[in-house]
């Protein structure tokens, strides 16, 4: 299920003052769903579980939030509020919208 999203990991990004070694993608789709490595998750639970398992296999990944606007709210909060269920806090968790970081 993560074989892909490891192969595209971005490697020793520069993120503030931390260097970062894995970046893990969680793409929002639409107000329902969350995108990770193709795999759709619809709820808090499927992305706090999937990103437990990532957690347990890369200690040192950071999560990334992607959309290109802010309008699918809902989505946004469950990958956030999955995350931080998983662990990913402060500099391990980013959240582009637009590309550009929230403030």
Known sequence: ???K??????KLLKF?????????VLRISDDDSVLLDGVTLR???????ALVKIRDQEPDATISI??????HYEAIGKAIYGAQRAGFFAERLRILIAGKPLP
């Open 43 to 49: 709820s808090t639970n499927e992305v706090a579980e």
């Open 1 to 3: 299920m993560f074989a």
């Open 5 to 10: 999203t490891r192969r595209s990991l971005i």
């Open 16 to 24: 503030g003052a931390t260097i970062l070694s894995e970046i893990i």
């Open 66 to 71: 992607e959309k290109d606007d802010s309008t």
